[in-house]
């Protein structure tokens, strides 16, 4: 896909990766939606880090730096183990705060290839998105999340997958009963 004079992609193949992103995007969060829990975790490679910082309301001259650390404690921090973990959890019908399942609806937008990279492992590819993530409890209106959304996806023999996953929600305090549900 890189051409070997420039190393730049071709517009053409720029927009066939993005197209295709957008589309492993769609179909995953699609699988949260639908409930196929243990199908959604096939989008993700076996080294994945899954992450969700607790964000930091910065002041105004420290607007451009990442109000996270990799370091602080996290909403979520998720390997592969305890992905699988949390879809087992919630598959054996006992999960109280899942039970009965929440109705979720995962809208990803503004999704742009930011970068690609060829490593030893494979093409690497930096995807920046918008995510909305609206869930309802079915009694009540329902609780949405607003994010910011950093993937690392590796092509590989068995097509992408996502190895590194930073999720920015915008807000520092949540509102929500809990995060039981996938987002």
């Given amino acids: 896909m890189l051409t070997e004079t420039t190393g ?10 993005t197209r295709e992103i957008e589309e492993f995007l769609y179909r995953e969060a699609d699988m ?3 409930r196929h829990f243990e199908e959604w975790l096939d989008y993700f490679a076996e080294d994945i880090r ?9 002041q105004f001259k420290h607007r451009f730096d990442d109000a996270t650390d990799e370091h602080e404690s996290a909403w979520i921090d998720d390997t592969r183990a305890t992905l699988q973990a949390r879809v087992y959890q919630v598959m054996t019908k006992i999960h109280w705060a899942e039970e009965p399942l ?12 930011d970068g690609v990279e060829e490593t030893p492992d494979g093409q690497v590819i930096t995807v920046r998105s918008k995510l909305i993530c609206h869930r ?9 999340l607003v994010a910011k959304r950093i993937d690392k996806i590796r092509r590989t023999d068995a097509g992408l997958k996502i190895f590194w996953r930073k999720i920015l929600i915008d807000q520092a305090t949540l509102h929500v009963k809990n995060l039981s ?3």
């Fill in 8 to 17: 730049r992609m071709s517009a053409v193949d720029e927009l066939l990766l």
């Fill in 32 to 34: 949260i939606d639908s």
């Fill in 50 to 58: 899954y992450w969700v910082p607790i964000r930091k309301n910065l």
């Fill in 102 to 113: 929440s109705r979720v609806s995962h809208i990803v937008a503004n999704i742009y290839v």
């Fill in 136 to 144: 309802s409890r079915m009694e009540e209106a329902g609780e949405m």
């Fill in 181 to 183: 549900f996938f987002l």
